[in-house]
């Protein structure tokens, strides 16, 4: 990557610095981030000399190189007011995160950006962590139903983000409820996990690592695309390069099938990223993480994800990331209004445009896939019947 990818960046700075007001609250970093301003600026020339360094992408944007802004000043500029925001005070890696996702044409980056501003100003996910699941029955069902948690962190410091693909059932509350819950744990990961990984590590923290376990993936996965597409086209399009790497465990022959079909859909960028392991993958897993670290379903040595004695699966509400996530959520719904009572009902939120989502596509090739299985052993049931409708 030659100099360009540095020019990119602070083009893109450039024109975010126009939008306007109601883009850039949701836009800005905490105040107190500003005590890390000095370290940071280090780590940002460090990010882009790592960048520069890279030669797995090249210059792809059209626009030619323009006079670049002292560094300082962009990035002080950004460090006003407070608020929940999208970098966190990582202005540089948000940037690289957006251009990597449109493979550094600043334009499409700069739209990609600026949708994603809207889409949070318009469906006020700022204030999403201010909006419990209630009741709390409610929200143990989707937490047994929605298998995602955190089961601590990688060596270096990385959030680790267990997600049981083939055990999750998605029928005990409404889609939107589902997809609540999926950004709540997202901006908790992006409010709170990453940057306290940050202040603890002295460095920028910004990605995070996901085991996928495949434990009991079956044809009976049909009835959840059209969710798991809304909840991929909401990370594609809002949370672009938030997983540095992901683990791939329990590998039934339906995923193995797929994946065949998959894995060239997917960009490069991505392509690298993604490790099958054999079995559960607890000896792979542990060259990058503490077996205290290890999700429940990685602990033993064949596949499978049965917990040893004593585990508390990180799925489970009882886990302490999900007793912490629930009362940060609760907390904050008391914060400007202590006297109201919380309400229940789910947080309608507008699913973006999916055209440029890299998981749609990879969507309707799974559901082929699961097709053609289907008729190959053929089954009788009608895949029809398996849709999630319109609603």
């Not at 360009?4 to 602070?10: G, K, P, Y």
């Not at 940071?40 to 890279?54: A, G, N, T, Y």
């Not at 990688?154 to 998605?170: M, R, Y």
């Not at 193995?256 to 490069?268: R, Y």
Request: hydrophobic share 35%; charged share 25%.
């Amino acid at each position: 990557m030659s100099m360009a990818s540095h020019e990119a960046v602070i083009q893109l700075q450039a024109l975010m610095d126009q939008v306007d007001e109601p883009l850039k609250n949701t836009f800005k970093c905490e105040i107190w981030l500003r005590d890390l301003f000095t370290s940071f600026l280090v780590s940002c020339d460090l990010i882009l000399k790592r960048e520069i360094q890279s030669n797995a992408t090249g210059w792809c944007g059209d626009e030619g190189p323009s006079t670049l802004k002292p560094s300082v000043f962009v990035l002080w500029s950004c460090l006003k007011g407070t608020g929940d925001n999208v970098h966190q005070g990582y202005l540089t890696e948000t940037l690289v995160r957006f251009l990597k996702a449109r493979e550094w044409n600043v334009s499409k980056a700069h739209k990609m950006l600026v949708d994603c501003l809207n889409w949070r100003v318009t469906n006020e996910i700022d204030k999403i962590l201010s909006k419990p699941i209630v009741p709390t029955e409610l929200y143990r069902a989707v937490r047994d139903s929605q298998h995602i948690g955190m089961s601590g962190y990688s060596k270096e410091g990385l959030p680790i983000f267990a997600i049981g693909v083939g055990l999750s059932t998605f029928d005990k509350a409404s889609v939107n409820y589902y997809v609540q819950s999926h950004i709540q744990i997202n901006e908790y990961r992006d409010r709170v996990v990453l940057p306290a990984a940050s202040k603890k590590c002295k460095k920028p923290i910004t990605t995070c690592v996901k085991v996928l376990d495949m434990t009991g993936l079956k044809l009976s996965a049909l009835s959840h695309i059209k969710l798991l597409t809304i909840i991929s086209t909401i990370d594609d399009l809002n949370y672009p390069e938030k997983t540095n790497a992901y683990y791939i465990v329990n590998v039934p022959y339906i995923f193995s099938a797929c994946w065949k079909v998959v894995k060239p859909l997917l960009q490069e960028r991505t392509r690298r990223k993604v490790q099958v392991l054999s079995g559960s993958g607890r000896d792979e897993l542990l060259k990058i993480m503490d077996f205290e670290s290890l999700p429940h379903f990685c602990r033993r040595e064949g596949s499978g994800s049965s917990r040893q004695s004593g585990d508390v699966s990180c799925f489970s509400l009882d886990h302490p990331f999900h007793q912490q996530l629930y009362n940060y959520i609760k907390q904050q719904s008391l914060i400007g209004e202590p006297a109201a009572p919380v309400k229940q009902g789910s947080f309608h939120v507008k699913v973006p445009e999916p055209a440029d989502a890299e998981g749609t596509e990879i969507a309707k090739t799974i559901e082929s896939e699961l097709h053609k299985i289907e008729n190959r052993n053929g089954l009788s049931a009608s895949v029809d019947a398996l849709r999630i409708k319109d609603s």
